[in-house]
């Protein structure tokens, strides 16, 4: 239906094409094609495809499976497969990535070759190029992300600033965790603006609100609680339990622990009344 639609097909069955030049090209079955240049550009042979919107996959030539909605969303995607992606410019560049899920205006924009990721909400993974198994859902969520694997961040701005690292595996959750630029990974990062200042360093545990936010630069550092910092921003294997300056416990980088202090200089240093019975 419409002008110069399915006008170069040259075979296919059980076709539906609807909209200035859509699914111009079509040689398979099975797809749906609604939208103006909608799976327009290349000779189509994947089948069991739909494509709504506006130049919605169009240049998809061999890809099958794929469910295409909004303006420019997949338009770029050329032999993925099994992709769902939703919202204007959503996998706007995807080329040959499969299995790859993006829901939002600009979510997944700028990847091209990754499998497997799930991105959810407007800019989520929006720079992300090359990736797989990462889980960004929130708007802004991994944002500046290039290339990682086996991500995930939750939450508006949740590792929006994050650089690329192609050891990844860093976990963020909560708005604003994890948000600021850094290099580190496998990181564990739970709570609203938890490390968020963090510009390298790995192997971080983070629990809690604001937990460990003054932390800038150390590794294997575990700090649970509400505004709760080690004290010092830049060291390693640090323990802090406790809210905000008030702490349980405090553990350093010599591996000594201190109950009522934060610079224990044996395995147990307590500071103020102590009491045993039994």
């Given amino acids: 239906i419409g002008d110069c639609t399915a006008t170069d097909s040259l ?22 094609i609604i939208g103006c240049c909608a799976g327009s550009v290349n000779r189509l042979n994947g089948q069991d495809n739909v494509l709504l919107g506006q130049n919605a996959g169009r240049c998809l030539a061999g890809g099958s499976n794929n469910v295409i909605f909004g303006n420019n969303a997949g338009c770029a995607i050329d032999g993925g497969s099994n992709n769902f992606l939703v919202g204007t410019n959503a996998g706007r560049n995807i080329n040959g990535g499969n299995r790859n899920v993006a829901v939002g205006a600009n979510a997944g924009c700028s990847l091209s070759g990754g499998a497997s990721n799930v991105l959810f909400g407007d800019s989520a993974g929006r720079c992300l190029t090359n990736g797989s198994n990462n889980v ?20 508006n701005n949740a590792g929006k600033n994050q650089c690329s690292t ?15 630029t850094s290099t580190g990974y496998r990181n564990v990062i739970l709570g609203e603006e938890s490390g968020k200042c963090l510009t390298s360093g790995s192997y971080n545990f983070l629990a809690g609100y604001r937990a460990g936010h003054l932390l800038t630069t150390g590794s294997d550092n575990i700090m649970i609680g509400c505004c709760v910092n080690a004290p010092s921003a830049t060291d390693n294997c640090q323990l802090a339990i406790g809210h905000g300056t008030d702490y349980w416990i405090t553990g350093n980088s010599d591996f000594n622990i201190g109950i009522g202090t934060t610079n224990a200089t044996s395995k147990l240093d307590v500071i103020g009344d102590t009491k045993f019975d039994g």
């Fill in 11 to 32: 075979s296919g069955k059980f076709n539906f094409a609807s909209g200035l030049y859509a699914g111009r090209c079509l040689s398979s079955n099975n797809n749906i």
């Fill in 136 to 155: 960004l859902i929130g708007d802004n969520a991994g944002e500046k992300l290039t290339v990682t694997d086996h991500s995930i961040f939750i939450g």
């Fill in 166 to 180: 192609s050891n990844g595996r860093n976990i963020a959750i909560g708005r604003g965790a994890y948000c600021g």
